[in-house]
Each structure stands twice: as C-alpha cells, then as structure tokens.
C-alpha cells in the first residue's frame, strides 16, 4: 500500500471529566500534506459502551467517500468505552490505526473491579490485539495497533505524521480543539452536555 501525499486521515481524539455524563470526540480529515480538510464534532457516554456506534455515526454524517485512514488516539476512551475497531474497520472498509503512547500491564483487572458487566468488556478489549511499538524519527517511542493494512506501512504513516514530540500531529490538533469544546461547556455549566447537542 502506498502512501499518497494527498491521502486523508480521519482522526477522533476526545476530552472527557470523569464526573461529566459525555465526552467530547473530535473528528478532524488531515491531509498528508499538512491540509486540515474538515472537522467534526461528537459525543460518547463516559463509562459507557457506545463508542464504536457513536464514532460510526459520525463517519456516516460526515458523508465524506475520500477518507484513507482512521487514526484513533487510544481504542479506550471515555473511561473504558472500549472501541470495537473489528467493527469499525467491517462496517467502514477503512483502514484503522490506534496509536497509543505509555507502557501498560492491561486494564481487564480495572475493567473487573468497576463494572458489572465485564465480560463483554473484556471480551472487547481482548479483541484489540496486541500493540507494536514504534520508535519515530522523532526520538520518541509510541505503540499501535492496526487492522486493514501491514503494521509496518500502519508505522511509516504514524511517523510521518508526527512532526514533533510523540503526538501525530492529526492527533494533537484534534485533542487541543476537544479540549476548548469541553472547556466551553464546563464555563457555561453544561454538565451533562445534553442541552448543546
């Protein structure tokens, strides 16, 4: 798979507090070439298991056919809404990468001790697969995980689009609008996020 220079990535990075009912997830198409060509904004329930139908649907609203790539900032997101990137890749056609930046021993003893419902969440999270480290060019090391394309072409995507420090630069964008989107609702009081949808 080549890697063209004016192929799109969506990227969905989020911001959440624990004590807020929803999260915020940024969808933002970056072009290789250092274009930011579209930005979405969405929601997920902290704690919740919806993350996988809420990023869908925002694909589906985008209603964009020339997204590349899907990079995720993490496939555990908003306090353990696991990601089910099996059914994001099945349901898009697109391929995924979940970059990921810390050492982790796994989170299914986290997973066990705050949810009844476990299981499932275990079993979707064993279904993440294992990670690949990957050190970039710029001097940083980060682990992916990739499912639709070789890992190795998946590693040659992260480091290009990491200018500097560990974060891709799709990533850092979107995390920082995420921020200042959740910020917002926390200055006027919107806790459950509800009444700006």
């Known amino acids: 798979m080549n890697i063209k220079e004016g192929a799109r990535v969506l990227t969905i990075a989020e911001s959440f507090k624990k004590d807020y009912k929803t999260s915020v997830l940024i969808g933002l198409v970056y072009r290789l070439d250092g ?52 059914e994001l890749y099945w349901k898009t056609g697109i391929p995924v990468i979940i970059a990921t930046y810390e050492e982790s021993e796994g989170l299914i003893p986290y997973l066990i001790k705050y949810f009844r419902d476990w299981e499932d969440r275990v079993l979707t999270y064993l279904s993440l697969g294992g990670r690949m480290p990957v050190k970039l060019s710029t001097g940083y090391k980060i682990y992916i995980r990739s499912l639709g394309m070789d890992t190795s072409e998946a590693a040659k995507l992260i480091d290009k689009l990491t200018l500097h420090g560990r974060y891709p630069e799709p990533i850092r964008i979107a995390k ?16 459950g996020l509800s009444d700006i949808r």
């Not at 997920?44 to 609203?61: A, F, H, P, R, Y």
């Open 35 to 86: 274009i930011i060509d579209g930005i979405k904004i969405g929601y997920n329930t902290v704690g919740g298991k919806n993350s996988t139908e809420n990023i869908l649907k925002m694909i589906d609203s985008m209603e964009r056919e020339d997204i590349n790539y899907l990079l995720l900032s993490g496939a555990i997101i908003s306090w353990f809404n696991i990601i089910d990137i099996n």
């Open 176 to 191: 920082m609008i995420a921020n200042a989107v959740l910020n917002e609702c926390i200055l006027r009081g919107v806790k």
